[in-house]
């Protein structure tokens, strides 16, 4: 919908395993007190023999499973070793125009072979890897600008995305890509493009100087989204009285609620 839309590894501290211990056990209470829901359906299980002393080796197995999926805090990890794989590491970060920690940010890859090791932590396996990042803001999406990617097997990189502080917006119609341009599928009442008068069936050729035809509709989403109370101008071909059409529009980008 429109209206949508190397920093090299360091080795492991040696640390005392007695006071691991403790504080693998501790974290693990925790985590697990304070989950609203269980994160296994051992729990339970795994809890009682948290609470119970010693941690042993099935226990300390399943502890070290929980930190390599990124479900445990990384300070109650210090008996695990790294999990030996093929690959290099890549971290991704997100933050919005001031440095802080983007709120509500989702993170994808394209382009490569990869499995997500923790929380944005990714083991790229082959390939240069097309890192994305977004943010729900209503009816669309706020995109980060992507970046690209290639991680050596054995290294590490760090890559950092910013999403715009300011809410998104758009026009309020649904479009598919057109031999001719793109046209609008759809268009949502009470929005900037039911205001101007945009209906089924038109045909945008131009967006912001850009020609549609060819474009591809994630471009053509990128352009016409933008920050709300920003402007964005675009040329639409539709049937009038005397044939096709054509007139050139400036249109308010609006924060989209969602439907439903």
Known sequence: ???????????APAVDAPVAKQ??????MERFTNAAVPLR???DGLFAE???GELGDEMQAKVCELCR????DPDACQLCEPERVSGGILVVDVVDEEGRPAEGARVWLQGCEHEQRG??????????????????DGALWAQAEPASAAVPDGEERYVQLELPSTRTGGLGVSVKADAEGVRVLAVMPGTPAAEMGLEPGDLIVEV???????????DFIRTMTGPENTEVDFVVQFESDTGITEEALTIVRRYIEPSG
Do not use: N
């Open 119 to 136: 929380w944005r932590e990714y083991v790229v396996i082959d390939g240069t890897c097309q890192v994305f990042a977004g943010r729900r």
């Open 41 to 43: 359906d051992d729990s």
């Open 208 to 218: 912001d100087g850009l020609d549609t035809r060819g474009l591809e509709l994630m």
């Open 23 to 28: 504080a693998v056990k501790k974290r693990v």
């Open 69 to 72: 999926s990124g479900m445990i």
């Open 50 to 52: 948290a609470a119970s």
């Open 1 to 11: 919908m429109l209206g949508w839309w190397a920093w090299p590894a360091s080795e």
